[in-house]
């Protein structure tokens, strides 16, 4: 959210030489968190106002002129090609050195003097849109020079000046601003300031309805609609609005239009309170607040078309919708340029019904964003009171016909008691009744003291859930004091016990031991997934959760596995590297609810936590990192201390290759699958000549040790010797069980057999392969001979010879 810090102004008087930098770093460190802050007028630097004073044709070009132009007490001469150059005429004049964009596009450059088609020109006569101002100034041609005549300034004055753009932008975190929707506007924020500095707050003046007839409008939604002022107006008209209200909104992100609309605007940035208005003349009837009818249409003034349910509420009347109640209006109903009567809305909305019918709609706008907030109904007479004060000066000739004002259920204050002696222990500060009660009245709280009790009553804007327990107070007297004023204090606790909580700590192992042993990157993706992804990777939606209010349209299921996000970002990361593994830990849903611990009118999809890993390579490279892949799911038990994982070919997974592919097993029972992922889904992912080895684990199936399971096991005193041996054997022998022959003698001088390699290909029978291992030969008790370690390998051959018909190459 964006704050002029000049509207603020209006409302809390700030000294003048007060730095920027104090009254940002207060407000972050007492109410909401400043981002940052923007000098409008340094956008501005070395642009001023010019006074053409003759415009000349140009000898080289028929499209340029000479405009010969005052630019405070001196004549200087521009070459400019705008098509409403006049005598007279107040331009902007970019100096050398300003910065410009040209024809309003681009980034800035800077200005020089230069010769133009033969002729020396001083700056530059700017259109709107090359300063910024479009928005504020718009035009009907691109050659269109901007026109300051109506304003009454001298030639030499600088643009902000001139404008009144010498404001400071404040830039507000709206995370900082949730559960305080009070602060929604300038007031807001003024008041809190009023508070912080003790600086006495304008009021806004209250406004006397004159008697009118009563305004006919229908709520039939109480609970949805707390309270609904409605005011009509005739004797309107859509001109434009004076320059200061269109600066203004301006300033702080939002476009001008005309006077009805800019002021609803103007108000609502005011106020924190948004507004509507409604075109009379194209109600039909009365005004009624209601649900929505299911399949209902809605054209919104965006040009998008609702189809409506029964949880939206709608503003209508007798005949139809005519807007999104408290998030947009209709198209139908909208301001136009022959507007002269309106109906004046100021409403007030239950907050989760805004909120459910904007996210379900994927609408944000700045009515709902502050509707969604929960605004205290009490406002709407503020709201009122500004409204009918700019109304009336902006149109003199105005009559008020008809007001209303349904509000059946006045808003309770929130009420809290508070011990003083737990007050002054949760502080931890001496801080007198005297001063914490002066703090909570200059924040509008009422305060009490009887006798060890302190009995505070809320203001309306702080009693929609924002203020209700005494830890509310505290930190209202804390943030007011000075949280930085606060010293602090060492906790006193006491560890009686250790938790051994080894469903957490699982998670945290497997993915060290996956990014720092094995080398892998960790991804994270979103939770909903597209659904292209979903039909190619697992065929179907089955036994998925879909969301009723998606991210997009083509993401409104809930993976119930990881695989889908997986393979996309494979897909992705194809574009940037060839070879690479990266894995994923995180959730999964299913189709199957259970009620929530925290509210048990909602149920909640079975979770589940899951980790998928992929290794990437080309076709040529399947067997190395189908090996690689494997032991590093074989190894994963020894490092997370889990009982140990086999495989099996029981079922294949849908998504693998017809040959490729293991079950992964624990204690007999199927934990997750391992496979290379299959041409046709390869394909249709967008992966088209790359091998992607894959696999995914049910995390909450696996079986922890209780503890540790690692053993001390000593350095050897004595030299170890290795020696590489490779030999032929049939196609159909496995490792696994060439690794079962050569363990089968308890040879106490074998210490470690590992596997290198295998080959296949020239000089290798068909029917044959090479199996290349590693055997580690030594003894706990004495150095070893050569004779004796040849005797070893030997033996190990020979046993190979007669049980697997091992060959030498």
Not at 194 to 218: C, D, G, R
Not at 293 to 299: R, S
Request: charged share 25%; glycine share 6%.
């Amino acid at each position: 959210m964006k704050l002029s810090l000049n509207w603020i102004k209006d409302y809390v008087e700030i000294p003048s030489d007060w730095e920027v930098s104090r009254i940002a770093y207060d407000l972050t460190m007492s109410t909401v968190e400043v981002e940052g802050t923007t000098q409008l007028s340094e956008k501005f630097e070395k642009i001023i106002v010019g006074i053409v004073k003759e415009v000349l044709p140009h000898p080289n070009a028929d499209k340029l002129r000479i405009c010969k132009t005052d630019i405070g007490g001196e004549i200087k001469e521009i070459v400019c090609g705008g098509s409403n150059l006049n005598k007279d005429m107040k331009v902007v004049v970019a100096c050398p050195g300003a910065k410009v964009r040209w024809h309003g596009v681009g980034e800035p450059v800077e200005i020089k003097n230069a010769k133009l088609r033969g002729v020396e020109s001083f700056g530059m006569i700017c259109a709107s849109s090359e300063i910024g101002l479009s928005e504020l100034f718009p035009t009907t041609e691109e050659a269109e020079i901007l026109d300051l005549s109506s304003f009454q300034i001298e030639a030499g004055t600088s643009l902000a000046e001139a404008l009144g753009l010498d404001d400071v932008i404040l830039e507000i975190d709206n995370k900082s601003l949730t559960n305080r929707p009070d602060l929604w506007g300038h007031y807001g924020i003024a008041r809190e300031l009023s508070a912080f500095y003790n600086l006495p707050l304008k009021q806004i003046t209250s406004f006397e309805m004159p008697s009118v007839p009563k305004l006919n409008i229908e709520i039939k939604d109480t609970a949805q609609c707390k309270r609904y002022m409605g005011v009509q107006i005739e004797g309107l008209s859509a001109k434009a609005s004076p320059f200061e209200i269109r600066s203004r909104i301006w300033r702080v992100g939002m476009r001008p239009i005309n006077a009805i609309v800019d002021i609803t605007n103007y108000i609502m940035l005011a106020t924190g309170q948004p507004t509507h208005a409604f075109d009379l003349d194209n109600i039909k009837g009365h005004i009624i607040v209601r649900p929505a009818e299911k399949g209902e249409k809605l054209l919104l003034l965006n040009e998008k078309e609702l189809t409506l349910s029964e949880n939206n509420l709608v503003i209508a009347d007798e005949e139809r919708p005519l807007a999104l109640a408290g998030i947009m209006g209709g198209e139908k109903d909208t301001v136009l340029s022959k507007t002269n009567k309106i109906i004046f809305e100021i409403a007030n909305f239950e907050p989760y019904g805004i909120r459910r019918t904007a996210s379900q709609f994927e609408i944000r706008t700045e009515s709902g964003i502050r509707n969604e907030k929960g605004i205290d109904p009490e406002r709407c007479e503020i709201t009122l009171s500004l409204a009918m004060k700019m109304l009336t000066e902006l149109f003199p000739q105005m009559q008020i016909t008809g007001f209303c004002d349904n509000y059946k259920e006045a808003l309770e204050k929130s009420k809290i008691d508070i011990s003083l002696e737990w007050l002054a222990k949760r502080l931890g500060k001496n801080i007198s009744n005297e001063e914490i009660a002066n703090k909570l009245s200059r924040l509008g709280f009422d305060v009490r003291i009887e006798e060890d009790v302190m009995h505070i009553t809320a203001p309306s804007w702080r009693s929609t859930g924002d203020v209700s327990i005494p830890e509310d107070i505290i930190e209202e007297v804390a943030r007011l004091y000075g949280l930085e004023n606060f010293e602090a204090m060492p906790i006193t606790t006491t560890f009686e016990s250790s938790i051994n909580q080894l469903e957490i700590d699982i998670d945290r192992k497997i993915k060290e031991y996956l990014s720092f042993r094995c080398g892998m990157n960790e991804i994270f993706t979103y939770p909903w997934i597209s659904e292209e992804y979903v039909k190619a990777v697992l065929s179907n939606t089955d036994g998925m959760v879909s969301i009723s209010a998606p991210p997009s349209p083509d993401e409104k299921y809930l993976r119930k596995s990881l695989l889908p996000g997986l393979i996309k970002a494979v897909a992705d990361n194809l574009r940037y590297f060839n070879e690479f593994s990266i894995f994923e830990s995180a959730q999964v849903f299913f189709d199957k609810f259970s009620k929530s611990i925290y509210d048990e009118k909602e149920s909640l999809p079975e979770q589940r936590k899951n980790v998928a890993g992929a290794f990437v390579s080309g076709y040529e490279n399947v067997n190395e990192i189908f090996r690689l892949a494997k032991g590093i799911i074989n190894e994963l038990p020894r490092y997370v201390h889990i009982e140990p994982i086999t495989f099996e070919k029981i079922e294949k997974p849908i998504w693998a290759d017809n040959v490729v592919w293991l079950n992964i097993m624990q204690s007999g029972n199927k934990i997750g699958n391992f496979a290379l992922l299959s041409r046709k889904i390869s394909l249709d992912c967008g992966i088209k000549n790359s091998a992607v080895m894959i696999f995914e684990l049910d995390i909450d199936s696996l079986k922890l040790f209780p503890s540790r399971t690692n053993k001390f096991v000593q350095l050897p005193e004595y030299p170890l010797t290795s020696r590489d041996l490779s030999l032929l054997f049939d196609l159909s022998i496995k490792w696994e069980k060439i690794l079962e022959v050569i363990k089968s003698k308890n040879d106490d001088l074998l210490q470690d057999v590992s596997f290198v390699g295998e080959y296949k290909g020239k000089q290798i029978p068909e029917d044959k392969k090479s199996i290349t291992f590693k055997l580690v030969i030594g003894s706990l008790k004495k150095t070893l001979t050569s004779n004796e370690i040849d005797n070893c390998v030997n033996n190990i051959v020979k046993r190979l010879q007669k049980n697997l018909s091992a060959q030498f190459r």
